[in-house]
């Protein structure tokens, strides 16, 4: 069978699929960064994988619509209440077709022109 006649999923198949640690599997979620919006908070998840601390941001939206102050540490309640939220819209989505095979540390609040300085906060990207 030619490549044109074959499915899109048929294709997919028969390319190898590595995650980090090199083992095949399809079904990982392929995220290191998720966000999570409900009435008027938003939460901020990085995953930069294994080895390293996920880091989470909370913002009411009404108060700092710039998302300034992270009010995670004082807000547990609504912390836990976005975590579960955003659980439950994980649960209900289809596996991944492909593992992510790295992530890459994004500054946040600076472009590429801007030096970085120790203090900077990083958001992690999948491909």
């Known amino acids: 069978m030619d490549r044109e006649t074959r499915s899109v999923e048929e294709r997919l198949d028969?390319?190898?699929?590595?995650d980090r640690r090199g083992a095949k599997d399809r079904t990982?979620?392929?995220?290191?960064?998720q966000t999570a919006l409900v009435d008027?908070?938003?939460?901020?998840?990085s995953k930069p994988g294994e080895g390293h601390a996920t880091r989470k941001w909370l913002f009411n939206l009404r108060n700092?619509?710039?998302?300034?102050?992270?009010?995670?540490p004082t807000h547990p309640e609504k912390l836990a209440?976005?975590?579960?939220?955003?659980a439950a819209h994980n649960a209900?989505?289809?596996?991944?077709?492909w593992s992510s095979?790295?992530?890459?540390?994004?500054t946040i609040d600076k472009d590429?022109?801007?030096a970085e300085s120790p203090d900077d906060e990083y958001i992690y990207w999948s491909n």
Request: glycine residues 4%; contains cysteine; proline residues 6%.
């Open 14 to 18: 028969s390319r190898p699929s590595l």
């Open 28 to 33: 990982k979620v392929a995220c290191a960064s």
């Open 40 to 45: 008027g908070w938003k939460l901020n998840v």
């Open 64 to 72: 700092d619509p710039t998302e300034q102050n992270d009010l995670a």
């Open 81 to 86: 209440e976005l975590e579960a939220a955003l």
């Open 92 to 97: 209900e989505q289809a596996p991944s077709l």
């Open 101 to 106: 095979t790295m992530s890459l540390a994004v």
């Open 112 to 114: 590429g022109s801007v």
